[in-house]
C-alpha cells in the first residue's frame, strides 16, 4: 500500500491535473468519466483521504454520513458550493474545498459574451448563415442593440460580479448593482448600489445574474420581477439555473418584454432543462461553461491540490469554506 495520500477522483481532468494527480497521490480514478451514483462514490470512497469531485456529484447530507470514517477532506472543482450540504460537512469535520478566484476572468468572459451574443443576435444570425438562407445583406436584418454606454444591472458583486463590472466599463456601460451589502469603495469603483429591488430591475436594460444560488436568491427571476424590469431588457445568466422561474422567462421571451437571454446555467441541467428555451431564436444558451478555459481548468485543480497540500500541513487553507 503506499503512503501517499489516498484520493477518489470522480470526473477526468485536464492533463496538467491528472498528472500532478498521478504523481502526488494514491488515485481512485474514475477511468471512463460516468457520473458516480452517491453509492458507487460511497464505495470507492473507503479507505481514501479526499474526494475530488465536480459540481457533477451532488453530496447530501445522506452520503456525506455515509461516507468512511478516513475521508478528510471535500475539494470540489467548483466556487459553488449548492450541490454539497456544507452544514453535514462541518458536523462531519470535513473540510471543503473550492476554487475561489480561478473561476473568475473565464466566467466574466462568458458573461460578456452572452451579453453580447444576446444583444446583437449571434445564434439566430449564425444558424441563418449556416442553413444556406443568407442571401443579401440587408439593412433591416438581424437588427440587435449596442451594449455599449447602457446601462447593465449586476445581480450579486462577489469577484465574478465585479470582475464583469470591469469588463462592462470598456463598453462604456452604466454599472449598478444589487449585493446583499453595499462594498466598500474601492472594491464598488464607479457602480451605484441599489437598496431597492424595485429600482434596482427598473434601471436594468441589460441585467446579468451573478449570484450563488442561496435560499435568498432562488427564483429571483421570476414574473413579478420580470415585469420590473425595462421592456425588451435583455438578461443574462451565469450564476445557477435555479435563480430564475424558466415558465416566466419563457412567457417573457415569447412576449418581448424581454428581447433576448444568454444562459449558461439551467434548472435540472443537463438531462432536465426546459427544452423550450432552444425553440426560441431570442436564446443563445450555452451547456455551463463559464470556467471552460484552458487556464481557469489548470488553476482550479491546482488551487484544490494545493489547498489540500496545506491542509495535511497543518497550514490554513485560503479555499477552505468549511
Ligand atoms: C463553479 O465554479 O461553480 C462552476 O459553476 C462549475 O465549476
Sequence with gaps: MSDKPRILVTRRHLAEIEARLQRDYDIVLNEDDHIMTASEIIGAADGVDALF???TEPLSEKTINALPNSVQAILTLSVGTDHIDL??????RLAVLTTPDAVTAATAEIGMLLLLGAARRAPESGRYLRAGKWQTWSPTQFVGVEITGRPLGI?????IGRTVAERARGFEMKVHYRNRNRLAPDLEG???????????LAASEFLILCAPSTPETKGLLNAETIAQLPDGAIVVNIARGDLVDDAALIAALKSGKIAAAGLDV??????????????????F???????AARQARTAMGMMLLDGFEALRAGQPASNRVV
Excluded at 445581480?155 to 469577484?159: D, K
Aim: net charge positive; glycine share 10%; proline share 6%.
Design 87 to 92: 452544514a453535514a460537512a462541518e458536523k462531519r
Design 155 to 159: 445581480f450579486g458583486m462577489g469577484r
Design 53 to 55: 469531485i465536480c459540481v
Design 190 to 200: 464607479s457602480a451605484v448600489y441599489f437598496n431597492d429591488l424595485g429600482e434596482f
Design 266 to 283: 439551467f434548472n435540472g441541467e443537463p438531462a432536465n432543462i426546459d427544452r423550450r428555451y432552444f425553440r426560441l431564436p431570442n436564446v
Design 285 to 291: 444558451a450555452v451547456p455551463h461553461i463559464g470556467s
